[in-house]
């Protein structure tokens, strides 16, 4: 295993990592490996996620990209004038 150093941490940091550590009854060293693990496996457990959506979304898209439906701001202005026509009486032509 591999040794880290830190240096010129904010002493209000240390204060806090060793409040964590109590906490959580452990070592402040301990508690730094854990916080590391967790914010590391973290990020590369959310990368996984990222790009299985990703894939999901392009596999999405490759299968409905030829039905030729309307675009969401084309079906906004759709149902807006449909309700503004229900709301504006009608022209007699008087």
Known sequence: ???LTVRNLDDDVVRRLRIRA???G???EAEHRDILRAVL???GEQLQQRQKTAALLAEF???TATRGSQ???E???EAR???IETLTPPDDGA
């Open 61 to 63: 898209r490759r299968r």
């Open 26 to 28: 452990r070592s402040a």
């Open 1 to 3: 295993m591999a040794t």
């Open 22 to 24: 109590a906490e959580h």
């Open 75 to 77: 079906l906004l202005t």
């Open 41 to 43: 496996m973290a990020d």
């Open 71 to 73: 675009s969401a701001s």
């Open 81 to 83: 004038t449909a309700r």
